[in-house]
């Protein structure tokens, strides 16, 4: 089964080549869809260099930045594979994983997984952003009636015919909450698997800040009452 990439960048020249590197080497067979979301560094100018004579790889450009969540719905418009799966260019998610995340899948067990940084090694997690991911997880069970430990994880695979089924609208990071609120209130079981997590900090250019959890906390009310 091929399973399709999607790799949101937004000023991510530092890391890129490297991730990319690490996402080629993973020996399952593969696409990869890198959107650079109007990025203002060098971002465009290298996938563009890391894709010229693949035919694995893909390479979308927004003329304005849109957001995280926007990426994901223009890569997932290209996704040729069966499964697909959102992978972060910050190399805080190993793709080393893949296998883990994509094999429940694969072999027709479950269609949902989320990989969970609380049951994997990690390190490098703000304190107040654990706690609040803690918090976001623990409204997304109750609200739910589930049973996951990591909701706001970068890391969800899923048949690619599902995560067009949800027709996603967030541009921003409460894609997260909104894809894991549609994939439950459609009846899918979350299968949760552990995966390595080595966070970047703020000086490093980590863009997920701790007002945003508000946000999230509307967009899963949103999603349990209204959607």
């Given at each position: 089964m091929?399973?399709?990439?999607?790799?949101?960048?937004?000023?991510?020249?530092?890391?890129?080549?490297?991730?990319?590197?690490?996402?080629?080497?993973?020996?399952?067979?593969?696409?990869?869809?890198?959107?650079?979301?109007?990025s203002?560094?060098?971002?465009?100018?290298?996938?563009?260099?890391?894709?010229?004579?693949?035919?694995?790889?893909?390479?979308?450009?927004?003329?304005?930045?849109?957001?995280?969540?926007?990426?994901?719905?223009?890569?997932?418009?290209?996704?040729?594979?069966?499964?697909?799966?959102?992978?972060?260019?910050?190399?805080?998610?190993?793709?080393?994983?893949?296998?883990?995340?994509?094999?429940?899948?694969?072999?027709?067990?479950?269609?949902?997984?989320?990989?969970?940084?609380?049951?994997?090694?990690?390190?490098?997690?703000?304190?107040?952003?654990?706690?609040?991911?803690?918090?976001?997880?623990?409204?997304?069970?109750?609200?739910?009636?589930?049973?996951?430990?990591?909701?706001?994880?970068c890391?969800?695979?899923?048949?690619?015919?599902?995560?067009?089924?949800?027709?996603?609208?967030?541009?921003?990071?409460?894609?997260?909450?909104?894809?894991?609120?549609?994939?439950?209130?459609?009846?899918?079981?979350?299968?949760?698997?552990?995966?390595?997590?080595?966070?970047?900090?703020?000086?490093e250019?980590?863009?997920?800040?701790?007002?945003?959890?508000?946000?999230?906390?509307?967009?899963?009310?949103?999603?349990?009452?209204?959607?």
């Open positions: 091929l399973l399709s990439v999607i790799m949101p960048c937004y000023n991510e020249q530092a890391t890129l080549a490297a991730i990319i590197e690490k996402v080629r080497a993973v020996p399952i067979d593969k696409e990869i869809i890198a959107v650079d979301d109007a203002s560094d060098e971002t465009y100018k290298i996938l563009c260099e890391l894709a010229d004579g693949d035919d694995r790889m893909t390479v979308i450009r927004h003329p304005q930045n849109r957001g995280k969540g926007a990426a994901v719905r223009s890569g997932l418009t290209r996704a040729r594979g069966e499964i697909v799966i959102v992978q972060d260019a910050d190399l805080e998610y190993d793709p080393r994983d893949f296998h883990d995340l994509v094999e429940p899948i694969a072999t027709g067990r479950v269609n949902v997984v989320f990989g969970s940084r609380f049951l994997g090694k990690h390190t490098g997690m703000y304190f107040w952003n654990a706690i609040g991911n803690k918090g976001l997880t623990f409204l997304t069970n109750f609200l739910f009636n589930c049973w996951i430990s990591d909701m706001e994880t890391y969800k695979a899923m048949r690619t015919d599902i995560m067009r089924d949800l027709r996603l609208e967030s541009n921003d990071f409460r894609l997260e909450p909104e894809i894991t609120a549609k994939v439950l209130k459609r009846g899918h079981r979350i299968f949760e698997v552990p995966v390595t997590y080595l966070g970047r900090t703020y000086e250019g980590k863009k997920m800040k701790p007002s945003q959890g508000f946000y999230a906390v509307v967009a899963l009310l949103r999603y349990r009452l209204w959607d």
